[in-house]
């Protein structure tokens, strides 16, 4: 199993969901797992003579200390560091299957040197968001006024950033494509992923969806109301960026104290704005200013921490200007029984149904949000509602069974490529010398350890 980053240095989703998956490998399925995650130097510091570290109190977990990064093209620029001890470890341990979560930080390059390291591996991508479609953080949204995209082209990537000539774009693109080619098949969490990687050229027989799942603990029980309370204090989960809409869910506060009758409302953002610039902070805490003590900004939170930080919340708001993929916020929330009250676009829409089990609002509008909003508060019922409707978020075992699914079905195309081979075998002898070893290296690719799991339920 390979990530951008460990769980215990950024608490991501896309690292919770690897890691659990490897865990659930290990240590239920009884597999022979390994985990490796790319390590920045402001998580570790380098060790002389080698880029490989581990971490304490771990089995079978690597870091791989990674220093200059091409975030543009997504390249290494420390080749020799890296790649020579990477492949060493992978040669010495030799996986049946290599399952990525993300080519961040080892660069995409690392998807053609599996390859090469590894020919008779079945390599898997599960692709968690669209940095390699779009530059602009992987968001498919535009610079400064982030307005949606649904396709990347050269012209419209310069027009984003006009220092960067199109042709750049270009070949990036075509550079990221021919890395991608080297896995074997690719994976999507939500359809609204696999559309746009289909928009972005990929073939859509290389790709399946599985849904994201993690194992969330004991979820938190539900605020207490006393005498003449309502369901009106509402949270905001997650980094606190331009791109994650804090602003706009600040914004509708401010309008609904303004419209009057909402004197109880409550809004809570959990998060920190890491890496944002002082005048983003500055509007931020403005905007809680003017809020008049019914905003507060609580800070970042550890996982463990989260049931707390939800106690005093009625309903989560997730009001993200991008299309995020499959958010995990949405999850929590239905996992907790905190209906959301998201953007009504991407991943969001396709997991929350509106009216259902949670509610919509149009992209980027702090009145559509402050509507919707008054109405979680004033409709009598509808919290119970949609509570009752939400619906059980998958677990690590139900994302492992579908994973094992896939294994499996790939091998089987092996084997059937296999047969191909041998029926199409020629007479002549150099033809018999090179079908036979061609079918040695499709028998290869298709030993793929069965290993009995825990049932799933």
Same mark, same amino acid.
């Given at each position: 199993?390979?990530?951008?980053?460990?769980?215990?240095?950024?608490?991501?989703?896309?690292?919770?969901?690897?890691?659990?998956?490897?865990? !659930?490998?290990?240590?239920?399925?009884?597999?022979?797992?390994?985990?490796?995650?790319?390590?920045?130097?402001?998580?570790?510091?380098?060790?002389?003579?080698?880029?490989?570290?581990?971490?304490?109190?771990?089995?079978?977990?690597?870091?791989?200390?990674?220093?200059?990064?091409?975030?543009?093209?997504?390249?290494?620029?420390?080749?020799?560091?890296?790649?020579?001890?990477?492949?060493?470890?992978?040669?010495?341990?030799?996986?049946?299957?290599?399952?990525?979560?993300?080519?961040?930080?080892?660069?995409?390059?690392?998807?053609?040197?599996?390859?090469?390291?590894?020919?008779?591996?079945?390599?898997?991508?599960?692709?968690?968001? !669209?940095?390699?479609?779009?530059?602009?953080?992987?968001?498919?949204?535009?610079?400064?006024? !982030?307005?949606?995209?649904?396709?990347?082209?050269?012209?419209?990537?310069?027009?984003?950033?006009?220092?960067?000539?199109?042709?750049?774009?270009?070949?990036?693109?075509?550079?990221?494509?021919?890395?991608?080619?080297?896995?074997?098949?690719?994976?999507? =969490?939500?359809?609204?992923?696999?559309?746009?990687?289909?928009?972005?050229? %990929?073939? =859509?027989?290389?790709?399946?969806?599985?849904?994201?799942?993690?194992?969330?603990? =004991?979820?938190?029980?539900?605020?207490?109301?006393?005498?003449?309370?309502?369901?009106?204090?509402?949270?905001?989960?997650?980094?606190?960026?331009?791109?994650?809409?804090?602003?706009?869910?600040?914004?509708?506060?401010?309008?609904?104290?303004?419209?009057?009758?909402?004197?109880?409302?409550?809004?809570?953002?959990?998060?920190?704005?890491?890496?944002?610039?002082?005048?983003?902070?500055?509007?931020?805490?403005?905007?809680?200013?003017?809020?008049?003590?019914?905003?507060?900004?609580?800070?970042?939170?550890?996982?463990?921490?989260?049931?707390?930080?939800?106690?005093?919340?009625?309903?989560?708001?997730?009001?993200?200007?991008?299309?995020?993929?499959?958010?995990?916020?949405?999850?929590?929330?239905?996992?907790?029984?905190? =209906?959301?009250?998201?953007?009504? %676009?991407?991943?969001?829409?396709?997991?929350?149904?509106?009216?259902?089990?949670?509610?919509?609002?149009?992209?980027?509008?702090?009145?559509?949000?402050?509507?919707?909003?008054?109405?979680?508060?004033?409709?009598?019922?509808?919290?119970?509602?949609?509570?009752?409707?939400?619906?059980?978020?998958?677990?690590?075992?139900?994302?492992?069974?579908?994973?094992?699914?896939?294994?499996?079905?790939?091998?089987?195309?092996?084997?059937?490529?296999?047969?191909?081979?041998?029926?199409?075998?020629?007479?002549?002898?150099?033809?018999?010398?090179?079908?036979?070893?061609?079918?040695?290296?499709?028998?290869?690719?298709?030993?793929?350890?069965?290993?009995?799991?825990?049932?799933?339920?």
């Amino acid at each position: 199993m390979i990530a951008h980053n460990h769980p215990s240095f950024h608490p991501g989703g896309t690292e919770f969901v690897a890691h659990g998956l490897f865990r !659930y490998w290990r240590d239920v399925a009884g597999w022979e797992a390994h985990f490796l995650a790319a390590a920045t130097r402001d998580q570790r510091l380098a060790n002389p003579g080698t880029a490989l570290q581990s971490l304490p109190d771990t089995q079978s977990e690597y870091l791989v200390r990674i220093g200059q990064y091409d975030n543009f093209h997504h390249l290494q620029r420390d080749k020799i560091a890296v790649f020579s001890e990477l492949g060493e470890l992978l040669m010495s341990i030799r996986p049946e299957i290599v399952h990525l979560h993300h080519f961040l930080g080892f660069g995409s390059e690392l998807l053609p040197f599996l390859r090469r390291c590894l020919p008779d591996a079945l390599i898997v991508l599960t692709v968690h968001d !669209y940095y390699a479609v779009c530059h602009h953080d992987g968001i498919m949204a535009k610079v400064g006024s !982030y307005r949606l995209c649904y396709q990347a082209s050269p012209d419209a990537c310069h027009a984003c950033f006009p220092n960067i000539p199109a042709g750049s774009f270009k070949l990036r693109d075509l550079n990221l494509k021919n890395h991608f080619a080297a896995v074997d098949h690719l994976v999507a =969490p939500s359809a609204f992923m696999r559309d746009r990687l289909i928009a972005w050229g %990929i073939a =859509p027989e290389r790709l399946t969806v599985v849904r994201n799942g993690r194992d969330l603990g =004991p979820s938190m029980p539900s605020r207490t109301l006393r005498g003449g309370e309502r369901r009106s204090r509402f949270a905001v989960l997650g980094n606190v960026s331009p791109a994650k809409g804090q602003k706009i869910a600040l914004e509708a506060v401010k309008l609904l104290l303004a419209d009057g009758g909402l004197g109880d409302i409550e809004l809570a953002i959990h998060g920190a704005p890491q890496f944002q610039t002082d005048s983003f902070k500055a509007e931020i805490e403005a905007l809680i200013g003017e809020c008049r003590g019914h905003a507060r900004m609580l800070g970042g939170y550890e996982q463990h921490e989260l049931p707390e930080r939800l106690a005093r919340a009625d309903w989560i708001v997730m009001p993200s200007l991008w299309w995020e993929n499959a958010p995990l916020v949405l999850d929590e929330a239905f996992h907790h029984g905190r =209906p959301p009250i998201c953007s009504g %676009i991407g991943g969001m829409a396709e997991s929350v149904r509106d009216g259902v089990d949670g509610l919509q609002f149009t992209v980027g509008d702090p009145r559509a949000l402050a509507d919707r909003m008054r109405e979680a508060i004033e409709t009598r019922g509808r919290w119970n509602e949609l509570r009752k409707q939400a619906p059980t978020p998958r677990d690590a075992a139900s994302c492992a069974s579908d994973y094992q699914a896939l294994f499996a079905s790939l091998a089987g195309k092996r084997r059937r490529a296999v047969t191909a081979v041998g029926a199409s075998s020629d007479a002549s002898p150099t033809a018999e010398r090179a079908n036979d070893a061609s079918g040695r290296r499709i028998r290869a690719k298709a030993r793929i350890r069965q290993v009995p799991s825990r049932p799933i339920q």
